[in-house]
């Protein structure tokens, strides 16, 4: 049995998974906002106790760990969500776990279970996007994740589809993620309908599913989906999948948005070579995905 550990932004879980990527048992916890002050040892620490927990039921071959940021072998150089920089976990978690360790920047690691168990299992070469509160990405080729030597590239989210747009958390200007994400939609929502900035993803689907054939709805959509058809469009250019996964709380919103999408992709002039059609398939592992991930590499 190995153990994927899926450190998000706002929650640590646990999983003990069996070699047929089963879920066997899960242990999670919120990160509070007092945590942020000593995040490291609530991190080391919640992770100790669980896998002390998991010993009693068997043995553990091995752990992965998903990081919701950038990654180089063993230190996890920089998570904005958790506020570490430098911190070398790895070394951090062998002071009380002698078995291996990895560690992998988590869509990459939802890729890697995508593509064993879900969405793109079917496809030797294709591309995993996620699609939240930034963007993620990952591709893979004859079934191997691509992945540079030093860093986990691959930062779809971060290529520029507009000259001097809007500033990015990265630095720079006009990357994908400002207007491709679920944030970049959720937030042009917000203001355009004058909504509370704290209304939940769950009152925003109905207030899109009520709205979806008003004129500002429309327009709203229209515009959402011609960055993000760009941005994927200038991908498969790149890399000619033959299909596309994609995960994040787009995945709520895909009855809606997906079919808008693939048609603005297939119909609109971006591809170098013509499709007659175009496979894009949500994630089907949810919220486990970087946990069995993690639990692969
Ligand atoms: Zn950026």
């Known amino acids: ?42 991190i080391e620490n919640y992770i100790f106790g669980a896998i002390e927990e998991f010993r009693q039921k068997g043995k553990i071959e091995s752990i992965g760990v998903a990081i919701p940021g950038t ?5 996890v ?37 995508e593509n064993t168990y879900g969405s ?9 996007l996620t699609l939240g509160t930034g963007i993620g990405g990952a591709a893979i080729f004859e079934n191997k994740l691509l992945s540079p030597e030093d860093v986990p590239g691959f930062e779809f989210g971060h ?16 990357c994908f993620e400002q207007y491709g994400s679920m944030k970049a939609f959720k937030q042009k929502i917000i203001e355009e309908l004058e909504l509370d900035n704290k209304i939940d993803g769950e009152q925003l689907l109905k207030v899109v599913e009520n709205e979806k054939d008003s004129h500002i709805m429309q ?3 229209d515009e959402y989906i011609t960055d993000l058809s760009i941005g994927i469009s200038n991908l498969i250019n790149i890399f000619e999948p033959e299909a596309i996964g994609i995960g994040g709380s787009f995945v709520y919103f895909a009855d809606i948005l ?8 297939l119909s609109d002039n971006l591809l170098f070579n013509k499709r007659e059609s175009l496979i894009i398939n949500t994630a089907m592992l949810g919220n486990d995905a970087g946990m069995i991930g993690a639990s692969l590499i």
Do not use: W
């Open 1 to 42: 049995m190995k153990i994927g550990i899926d450190l998000g932004g706002s929650h640590i879980a646990v999983g003990l998974i069996e070699s047929s990527g089963k879920v066997l048992s899960k242990k999670e916890v919120q990160i509070l906002k007092e945590d942020e002050n000593n995040i490291k040892d609530v």
């Open 71 to 75: 990654v180089s072998k063993t230190t």
């Open 77 to 113: 150089v920089k998570s904005v969500n958790l506020g570490l920089e430098n911190y070398n976990i790895v070394e951090a978690l062998h002071k009380r776990i002698q078995e291996p360790i990895k560690i992998k920047n988590d869509a990459k690691c939802a890729a890697i279970a």
């Open 120 to 128: 793109i299992k079917q496809y030797s070469s294709s591309l995993f």
């Open 159 to 174: 290529m520029i589809i507009k000259h001097n747009g809007k500033l990015c958390k990265c630095g720079k200007r006009g």
């Open 219 to 221: 327009e709203i959509i």
């Open 258 to 265: 997906l079919p808008k999408l693939k048609d603005k992709i």
